[in-house]
Structure formats: structure tokens, C-alpha cells
């Protein structure tokens, strides 16, 4: 069964920055997809950030251009780098993995991020 473990969120002002940090407990992080998504209160989950085993990577639409999905297969973590924050990219962010093989998804705890303005 797979684990995945959130770090590095927290309160941060507008126009500041973060890294979240996912560890998974994956032998072989390379044949997975992760992804980051993100639930505002009263808002869906949604997909922010997605890294494909075959080295694309997606962003909404929000986000493009100010975050960054990368992943250290060797370590077992990828990471979400968030600069230019808002308010409204305040949320729990969650760390997903996808084994597109076999549809076998996962999801860590979540990580509250707080943009104030």
C-alpha cells in the first residue's frame, strides 16, 4: 500500500513562496504519475500540478507559470515550488500517485497553505 507524506506548507504573505514536499513510500517512483491538487473550503479538489511517468507535466490554468512540479525518482519525493502566492491559492494540498497500469491511486493527508494579503 502506498504512503504519501506532505511537508513544507504553512502561512506565507502575497507574492512570497513555498515548496511542498511529497515522500512516497514507492519502490519505483519512475512508474508513477504524481500530482498535486489543492481544496479551498466550500471548493472541489482540483488538480493543480500533474508529472507523468514519461516526463510530461501539466498545470492549471491558476497556477501556470508560477508553480513547479519536479520529482527526485531516486529520493521518492516530488515537489510543488510555489512563488508568486495569492490569497486565493490558500487550500489543503494534497499529493497524489496514479500507476496508470493499473489505476491504482493514492493520496497523502494534505498540507494547509495560508496566502494573506
Known amino acids: 500500500q502506498v504512503q504519501l507524506v506532505e511537508s513544507g506548507g504553512g502561512l506565507v504573505q502575497a507574492g512570497g513562496s513555498l515548496r511542498l514536499s511529497c515522500t512516497a513510500s514507492i519502490n519505483f517512483m519512475s512508474i508513477y504519475d504524481m500530482s498535486w491538487y489543492r481544496q479551498a473550503p466550500g471548493n472541489q479538489r482540483e488538480l493543480v500540478a500533474l508529472?507523468?511517468?514519461?516526463?510530461?507535466?501539466t498545470y492549471a490554468d491558476s497556477v501556470n507559470g508560477r508553480f513547479t512540479i519536479s520529482r527526485d525518482n531516486a529520493k521518492k519525493t516530488v515537489y510543488l515550488q510555489m512563488n508568486s502566492l495569492k490569497p486565493e491559492d490558500t487550500a489543503v494540498y494534497y499529493c497524489q500517485s496514479l500507476r496508470p497500469t493499473l489505476r491504482i491511486v493514492a493520496w497523502g493527508q494534505g498540507i494547509q497553505v495560508t496566502v494573506s494579503s
Open positions: 508529472s507523468t511517468s514519461d516526463g510530461r507535466t
